[in-house]
Nanobody, 120 residues
Framework: VQLQASGGGLVQAGGSTRLSCAAS?????VGWFRQAPGQEREFVAAIRRSDGFAYYADSVKGRFTISSDNAKRTVSLQMNSLKPEDTAVYYCAAAYSGYYPKQSYEYAYWGQGTQVTVSS
């Protein structure tokens, strides 16, 4: 299983950006986590690839949308109404569990991080 994250960069508060994760392999769920400086890695969103069921952290619900293109083996995270507190390194990860994995230890595979910086 290989994961390759892309996207992000510098965005103004209130703006939007999109992250993509090319996810090879037969994992069931793909999620996004983020880690800000000095903070622990936290769950952002995840999707079950078989049926597209998605779930989100409360902090991003209504602003972020995760989607999966199984033909392209890509999972995307559309991030709207960005806030400075969304600034972090974002990681995509893959799990064999389809039961709403939200903890880091539930994800067996990790991609490299991509930086998202939201300026105020």
């Amino acid at each position: 299983v290989q994961l390759q994250a892309s996207g992000g960069g510098l965005v103004q508060a209130g703006g939007s950006t999109r992250l993509s994760c090319a996810a090879s392999g037969g994992t069931i769920s793909v999620g996004w986590f983020r880690q800000a400086p000095g903070q622990e890695r936290e769950f952002v969103a995840a999707i079950r690839r078989s049926d597209g069921f998605a779930y989100y952290a409360d902090s991003v619900k209504g602003r972020f949308t995760i989607s999966s293109d199984n033909a392209k083996r890509t999972v995307s995270l559309q991030m709207n109404s960005l806030k400075p507190e969304d600034t972090a390194v974002y990681y995509c990860a893959a799990a064999y569990s389809g039961y709403y994995p939200k903890q880091s230890y539930e994800y067996a595979y990790w991609g490299q991080g991509t930086q998202v910086t939201v300026s105020s």
